[in-house]
């Protein structure tokens, strides 16, 4: 039952720190004079990109680890404080800070061809945040494959339902208008905030054991 528990949360927190809700608003203002076979080629790279790039690192993780000589207990105090941050600028109901910035909103306006790569499979979708969450479970996983299993069903999941959400992204909008999408946001940063106190907590309890 609790090994349920863990592969549950491993997706809602996959699902929760790519925040595709979150994200839809910035992906339907820009792409709003695209065609639809435009809009389409977009919204398939956008997700193929981000999938891609975290199934790298969740692959790579441990190996990154062994590379750089870091711990997973310091990785996880370093991505436990970035998640927080990623956490609060969603609870404001903000796109977070940590994902985008001005710049790179109008430098995606200006070259449509790149917005799927950049900014939105990255870092919008594919964030810090996210590629630091995947290391982290990988990572953690020890001896038990289906951690790692369920990690990349996690990354497979929230891209079919990133594709989906941001398919139908403005009849969501629509349905959901400017406040429902603002009140999930703030769920998922909520949902994020505890578990980037929950990975500095096992941060500090594997540098101290004693702690």
Known sequence: ??????????IVTVFAIVDPIGTLPFFVALTESFDDVDRNVVLR?????????????????????AVFGFTLGAFEIA?????????????????????????????????????????????????????????????????????????????????????????????ILRKLGRVGVMAMTRVLGLILAALGVQFVLNGLLAAVPHL
């Not at 039952?1 to 491993?10: D, E, N, P, R, V």
């Open 45 to 65: 790279r956008a997700v193929l990109v981000m999938g891609v790039v975290l199934a790298v690192f969740a692959l790579l993780g441990r190996f990154l680890f």
């Open 79 to 171: 991505g436990g404080i970035l998640l927080f941050l990623v956490a609060y600028d969603m609870l404001q109901g903000q796109v977070t800070r940590t994902k985008i910035s001005t710049q790179d909103r109008d430098e995606a306006v200006q070259r449509r061809d790149e917005v799927a790569v950049v900014p939105l499979g990255i870092p919008l979708l594919a964030g810090p945040g996210a590629i630091s969450t995947v290391m982290i479970f990988e990572g953690s996983s020890g001896s038990d494959p289906l951690v790692i299993v369920a990690t990349f069903v996690a990354i497979l999941i929230t891209a079919v339902a990133t594709f989906l959400i941001f398919r139908y992204g403005q009849k």
């Open 1 to 10: 039952m609790f090994q349920l528990a863990l592969y549950g949360a491993i």
